[in-house]
T-cell receptor, first 113, second 116 residues
Framework: AQKVTQAQTEISVVEKEDVTLDCVYE???????LFWYKQPPSGELVFLIR??????QNEISGRYSWNFQKSTSSFNFTITASQVVDSAVYFC??????????FGAGTRLFVKA | GAVVSQHPSRVICKSGTSVKIECRSL??????MFWYRQFPKQSLMLMAT?????????EQGVEKDKFLINHASLTLSTLTVTSAHPEDSSFYIC????????????FGDGTRLSIL
């Protein structure tokens, strides 16, 4: 069975704070892909990153960074120096054993000015 | 880059109406498309997998006669919500996949369906 758990339902921070969004996944497949998407209030899904199971290198893209740890089945997402525009719902997702993508419940991030 | 176009972006209609939502891949051929539904403040739930030239595969609990899917070409999949009722009001999002596991999934901007 495949599962994605985002235990944090809502997070509220003040601008310029760093924030980490947690993601834990479950799969029996050895080949899989992990994703993070941002969903602003307008509703569209914005692709942020895709990582395959064989690449455990952490990635940094501007203020965003991702920490992939196979040992703990986690794929956490950190926003450094958060901004109001970062306020959105963030989804972690898993694709394994085929093309289907399973989404976590999402974490709603509020960044206050 | 690759783009998926979803139309319409918003629909408001009366109970009992059938509503068709289109999902088009604009600059690539999509052998597989997915339809998701998202209720307010909830996650995206996969409804069905649409395969070009064959029948769609529905997830457990999704009524295939209620949600008709047609994937007649490599660039177009349609979802028809038949005899829609207020409980069908939701945000519907499609995504398109090219062949090969290395290809990313591209999402449409979603359709907000409101049934009165």
């Amino acid at each position: 069975a495949q599962k994605v758990t985002q235990a944090q339902t809502e997070i509220s921070v003040v601008e310029k704070e760093d924030v980490t969004l947690d993601c834990v996944y479950e799969t029996r497949d050895t080949t899989y892909y992990l994703f993070w998407y941002k969903q602003p209030p307008s509703g569209e899904l914005v692709f942020l990153i895709r990582r395959n199971s064989f690449d455990e290198q952490n990635e940094i893209s501007g203020r965003y960074s991702w920490n992939f740890q196979k040992s703990t089945s986690s794929f956490n997402f950190t926003i450094t120096a958060s901004q109001v525009v970062d306020s959105a719902v963030y989804f972690c997702a898993l694709s394994a054993g085929g093309f289907k993508t399973i989404f976590g419940a999402g974490t709603r991030l509020f960044v206050k000015a | 880059g690759a783009v998926v176009s979803q139309h319409p972006s918003r629909v408001i209609c009366k109970s009992g109406t059938s509503v068709k939502i289109e999902c088009r891949s604009l600059d690539f051929q999509a052998t597989t498309m997915f339809w998701y539904r998202q209720f307010p403040k909830q996650s995206l739930m996969l409804m069905a997998t649409s395969n070009e030239g064959s029948k769609a595969t529905y997830e457990q609990g999704v009524e295939k006669d209620k949600f008709l899917i047609n994937h007649a070409s490599l660039t177009l999949s349609t979802l028809t919500v038949t005899s829609a009722h207020p409980e069908d009001s939701s945000f519907y999002i499609c995504s398109a996949h090219t062949q090969g596991r290395n290809q990313p999934q591209h999402f449409g901007d979603g359709t907000r369906l409101s049934i009165l």
